[in-house]
C-alpha cells in the first residue's frame, strides 16, 4: 500500500507560481510511475506529467514549457513546479503512483488561479 500526501496548493494571480509537492510512503521495490493529475470543476480529471521509474518525464502539451516535475528518491517526493498559470489551470491537483496491478492516489490539493 503506497500512501501519497500532497501540499502546496493555494490561489495566486495569473501569470503566478505555485511548487505542489508530494510525499510518496514508498518508492518501494516496485518501479512506479509517478504523476501528476488535475481536475476541475465538471470536467474529467486529466493527467499533467508522469515520471518513470528511468526518470522520463512525459508532459500533456497544454502545460509543456510551463511545468516541470521531478522527484527526489531520497526524499520520497514527487513535486510539481506550475510557472506562468492562467486561470484554466484552476483544478484539484492529483499526485498518482501506478504500476501495472496497481494505483494509488492523494487527497488532491486545490490551484486557484485568480485576480
Known amino acids: 500500500q503506497v500512501q501519497l500526501v500532497e501540499s502546496g496548493g493555494g490561489l495566486v494571480q495569473p501569470g503566478g507560481s505555485l511548487r505542489l509537492s508530494c510525499a510518496v510512503s514508498?518508492?518501494?521495490?516496485?518501479?512506479?510511475?509517478l504523476g501528476w493529475y488535475r481536475q476541475a470543476p465538471g470536467k474529467e480529471r486529466e493527467l499533467v506529467a508522469s515520471?518513470?521509474?528511468?526518470?522520463?518525464?512525459n508532459y500533456r502539451d497544454f502545460v509543456k514549457g510551463r511545468f516541470n516535475i521531478s522527484k527526489d528518491t531520497s526524499k520520497r517526493t514527487v513535486d510539481l513546479q506550475l510557472n506562468s498559470l492562467a486561470i484554466a489551470d484552476t483544478a484539484v491537483y492529483y499526485c498518482?503512483?501506478?504500476?501495472?496491478?496497481?494505483?494509488?492516489w492523494g487527497q488532491g490539493t486545490q490551484v486557484t488561479v485568480s485576480s
Open positions: 498518482n503512483a501506478y504500476h501495472p496491478g496497481a494505483e494509488y
Open positions: 515520471v518513470d521509474s528511468h526518470g522520463n518525464k
Open positions: 514508498e518508492y518501494g521495490s516496485r518501479n512506479y510511475t
